[in-house]
């Protein structure tokens, strides 16, 4: 008979205020970043460039940050399957037959 491991994951989940000051910590960098930038002495084009590059930069940073994000999950689940296949491997091993 064979012994099924007990592999429920606990998720933690961030509290609502971590979640409330992440996205007001955001919204205030991008706020601030592009009044700055609106009120650069400087020629349309010019802040036009610089909104383009904050923007790509968000974009970006978005981007990266899933791609970690993906890249840690997958890590996470190839280590569990590994553990469940050794599992099953020492559960199927019969010590008796060994000797």
């Not at 802040?47 to 890590?75: C, N, P, W, Y």
């Amino acid at each position: 008979m064979s012994r099924q491991p007990n592999t429920t994951a606990v998720q933690a989940t961030h509290s609502g205020a971590w979640v409330l000051q992440s996205w007001l910590s955001f919204a205030l960098a991008v706020g601030v970043t592009a009044l700055g930038i609106y009120h650069l002495p400087v020629d349309g084009w010019q802040k036009a460039f610089l909104g383009m590059g904050l923007l790509f930069s968000i974009g970006s940073t978005f981007s990266l940050s899933k791609t970690v994000r993906d890249q840690h999950e997958q890590e996470r689940l190839t280590a569990r399957i590994d553990e469940a296949r050794v599992t099953k491997l020492l559960a199927e091993v019969d010590p008796i037959s060994l000797k």
